[in-house]
């Protein structure tokens, strides 16, 4: 991918930024240092490798996760008790958006 002006330009438009003569140089330094990493990975051999959503197997979220199974639900009768206002079936709230 070649980082030029027209790109620099297009992603100044895009983020909707006004950048600096400066700041678009080291933006593009900056851009050419990223894709030449990615030129990197992209020639490792991850045919064989396992998908994941993150590289470790035992982390905190992966312990922390469980089946979703569907089960009892709370009374709503009892919740409604601690409203300030309700409806009947939930929580009154003023409104807030108009």
């Not at 991918?1 to 950048?19: F, G, H, P, R």
């Not at 994941?52 to 008790?81: C, M, Q, W, Y």
Request: proline share 5%; hydrophobic share 45%.
């Amino acid at each position: 991918m070649l980082v030029d002006d027209a790109l620099i330009a297009y992603l100044e438009e895009l983020s909707c930024l006004a950048l600096s003569d400066d700041e678009k140089k080291r933006i593009a330094a900056d851009l050419e240092k990223i894709l030449k990493a990615m030129e990197g990975l992209n020639a490792l051999d991850t045919a064989n490798a396992p998908e994941r959503s993150h590289p470790f197997d035992n982390t905190a979220a992966s312990r922390a996760l469980r089946d979703d199974v569907p089960g009892a639900s709370f009374d709503r009768e009892l919740i409604l008790k601690n409203a300030p206002a309700q409806n009947g079936q939930m929580f009154a709230a003023p409104k807030t958006v108009e």
